[in-house]
């Protein structure tokens, strides 16, 4: 038999806002949760959409080590770059839109702090 916290576990994607010297686990951390529901509705758009780059990359898996990944410096204003290109075609889905205004707001804060972005999966 399952335990009941074994069965309500629910896989999540999580993208933390890392501030130099911290860790995604650090009290304090800024923290934007990933729905599956907004990757689901967002995947056509993004992979179909989108030339190859980081928004694609970050937006092809949702599960596991291969979901996970961290960005700092110039790769911020990249996937910053790709997410705007992007966002205008998302008005139709509501979710992701927000979300994506969002993950652009903590690309820019996270860069004029010199942290990173860092994509954790479980």
């Known amino acids: 038999m399952h335990s009941q916290t074994a069965v ?3 896989a999540m994607r999580r993208v933390f806002l890392v501030p130099p010297g911290a860790r995604p686990e650090d009290p304090g951390v800024d923290c934007l ?6 990757w689901e509705r967002g995947y056509t758009l993004v992979i179909d959409e989108v030339k190859r780059g980081l928004l694609q990359d970050f937006w092809k898996n949702y599960y596991g080590a291969s979901a996970e990944m961290a960005m700092s410096g ?6 910053r770059k790709d997410i705007m290109a992007i966002t205008p075609d998302c008005l ?4 992701v839109f927000r979300f994506l205004v969002q993950l652009t707001r903590m690309c ?3 860069y004029s702090v010199q942290g990173s972005l860092q994509v954790v999966a479980d």
């Open 108 to 110: 820019v804060r996270a």
């Open 74 to 79: 110039d790769r911020l204003m990249e996937f």
């Open 33 to 38: 949760p990933m729905d599956e529901e907004v």
């Open 8 to 10: 309500e576990r629910v």
């Open 92 to 95: 139709c889905e509501p979710t």
